[in-house]
């Protein structure tokens, strides 16, 4: 990986990187963040997006060394229902010219819509709903790092905008989700934590 990067900033190209589980997963083994945080901060200006799963959830983690926000591991959710999620799926959009991300749009389906209907021999008209888009609906000045570390501030300071990110985390099902002080810590540190030794030290 290191390698491909140096060669795209030899050679003047950008990179689009797309992985499976996020680094700052707290599953993951420590040294995959503790490697993959400095290569991105090093490369950030041939990175142009980050994007990743697994979780089955709607999250995002600000890469960061220092202090610095260096990138944003974008992590869309899933089509499928595990994790008491919604059906989504996510289209991006990039600068026809940069090739950098500059929002996505999230589409998500309401099953509890969808069963009523589906009773009703109604299935057919079971819709994708635009959920939300991301720009919009964090009020982000732009798709930069800094603008997302901005935002992750914001949810320390805003319990409301904080559990309308949890809202989206499981694409708006019905699941009954009890937030306490605990579990709010948790979320911010989360999106500040692109590394499972940035978390730990997070929630300390």
């Known amino acids: 990986m290191e390698e491909t ?32 945080g400095p290569l991105v901060s090093q490369y950030r200006d041939v990175i142009v997006g980050q994007l990743f799963g697994h979780v089955h959830q709607d999250l995002f983690q600000v890469v960061h060394t220092g202090g610095y926000p260096a990138g944003v591991v974008n992590i869309a959710p899933s089509v499928t229902t595990r994790a008491n999620v919604n059906p989504t799926y996510r289209i991006y959009l990039m600068d026809p010219n940069t ?19 589906a009773k009703q021999n109604h299935a057919e008209a079971v819709e994708w709903k635009l959920a939300y ?38 694409a708006r099902s019905d699941v009954d989700r009890q937030c306490g002080e605990l579990c709010k810590r ?8 692109a590394s499972k030794r940035q978390l730990l030290q997070c929630l300390e």
């Open 5 to 36: 990067l140096a060669a795209a900033a030899g050679n003047g190209e950008k990179v689009l990187i797309i992985g499976h589980v996020p680094p700052g997963d707290p599953t993951t083994i420590m040294s995959y963040g503790d490697f993959y």
């Open 99 to 117: 090739y950098h991300l500059i929002d996505y749009q999230q589409y998500y389906i309401n099953l509890t819509e969808a069963n009523i209907l």
């Open 133 to 170: 888009t991301a720009r919009e609906e964090y009020n982000l000045k732009d798709f930069t790092a800094k603008s997302w570390w901005e935002l992750t501030e914001r949810f320390e300071r805003n319990s409301s905008l904080l559990l309308q990110y949890l809202d989206n985390m499981y």
């Open 186 to 193: 948790e979320l911010v540190c989360g999106t500040k934590s």
